[in-house]
């Protein structure tokens, strides 16, 4: 039976020393003919305890050595389930931060917590860790799982774990427990390493059969600049070395897909540091990219009875105080300032809409407006979390704000969901959906909340739509559903989102005469459909691994000749393509054809025209597609046709 007592008596423990001699027998004599739950679990005959690493007794997650005060409802949980893999990966941090403490004297300890695939630790040492470093820490942290050093947990009262940090000589420790303000708290030790942890572990080091550390970063202390700068090592766990080979091979896959590098490749858009961060300039091919996704979106909301609409970029503080962005959102604002009053820049749309809405008496009759923005708005994000097209400080959303009657509000969101399931198909992406309910931060009454959130709940209930609940994740104003998509490598992004809004109206005075005759507060929905159109171009380049559909493609089709004596016919061609409004662009240059498909190739255009003397005289053309499959020979109007098809249905 494994022992809590007896085992923190081992010699390499630091803490054992200091702490844990009075109380040994005592405790020995307590839990006297307790069951572990280990125990519990082998008395029960359950199949596969080697892959069990904690338990869940009623409902609460637990160490397999933890003692059982006669609970019966115990489930095991297995390495492979997601409970498992984040016990797993969580233990992995705490043996990677042994592993540094032995290889790097006088390194200080922070924080290590599992994150999706798998965990990362933050160090506090004289110089930055270096990728070069990996290696040794991880040659480091297969002797620890070799020895197999089991978790062992402890509970001390507040003042013992301030004192036995400090004797340790690990401040950030010290401070994260006098911050926590409780009464006792738990430490784990494996080896010669003790950590703060609320746990659960896996029983030992031996465990974690399947882990590789991944890449170094700075990071500060708490996220906050004022702070150290810390250095951060990431590594990714799994339960078996083939799920962690599978990771890896995605890992890869998405290297290759990564829009920045992409974005590159196929010259669409570059970032530069004397612009300043976060902020993109499009080049040709992402600016025709840019113009036929807006032209899309706007047939698509003129089609679905939205109107067009455009709000200047800054508005008078005054306007942003009593919105409530001024005191909820102030710290993501820009501001200015013209004849000495203040202005503020834009960070979302609402506010030009609402005046819109209030520009003229409404009437029920009147009732739902819909307002469509492309929208450019400006956010100050951290420079920290600033990252190529997907996280901006400049950026442009498709925004509307629907103004509907409380009757009318299901109908709006059930078009809006129907919406955003109409736009995904197109592109290709299945989502799941998520409500997010109150944060701290907010503006509104309860009652208020309680309509917003039941309105939009009852929207995803009556279409029979799978949800989860996101709990304080809402906006500041409003609950929201959230749609995350799911990309072709099955990654989860977060694009579209409806918020549901009783407060702005109030505090804007919105009103419609109903038939009643009487003045009456209208609802209002603030959504997107593809969020940021910047982001979303970065989704769907990982998505399409930057082989864009035809409708999409900066350039759609490439005319390669095979001898100068096909110019003069691709000449023609060219004029007539572009005439039908087909992107096309030329390679006439005296190369080898193969050289020139290779190139072309390597652009992802759907379309390579080879002209020879056989199109020549027939005039004609013979299209390759990207896979390097040839189509049989066409004539150009045939060509013409089938591409419009294409495009047509947006294929
Ligand atoms: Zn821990
Ligand atoms: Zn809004």
Redesign the pocket.
Known sequence: MIHLGCLFTSKDCAMSEMTISSKTQEETEKNAGRLSVLEALQNRGVKGLDRVLAVRVNGELRDLSSLLNGETAVEPVYAESEEGLEILRHSASHVMAMAVKELFPGVKVTIGPAIENGFYYDFDYERPFREEDLPKIEEKMREIVKADYPFIRKEMTYREAVEFFRSENEPYKVEIIEDLGADRVSLYTQGSFTDLCRGPHVPSSGKIKAFQLTKVAGAYWRGDERRPMLSRIYGVAFQDQKALKEHLKRLEEAKKRDHVRLGTQLDLFSTHEEIGAGMVVWHPKGGILRHVLEEFEIREHLKRGYGIVKGPQILKTELWKRSGHFENYRENMYFTEIDQQSYGIKP????S?MMIYNSALRSYRDLPKRYFELGLVHRHERSGVLHGLLRLREFTQD?A?ILCTPEQLDQEIKGVLDFVRDVMAIFGFEYDLEVSTRPQKSIGSDEDWERATKALIKAMEDNRLPYQINEGDG?F?GPKIDVKLKDALGRKWQCATI?C?FT?PERFNLSYIDRDGQKHRPA?I??VILGALERFIGILIEHYAGAFPTWLAPVQAILLTVTDRNIPHGETLLRNLQEAEIRVESDFRNEKLSLKVREAQLQKIPYMLILGDRECQDEGLTPRLRSGKNLPFMKEKEFIQHIHEEIRQRR
């Open positions: 979302m749309n609402c506010l809409h925004d704000h906006a104003y918020q809004d702005l209002m603030h959504r």
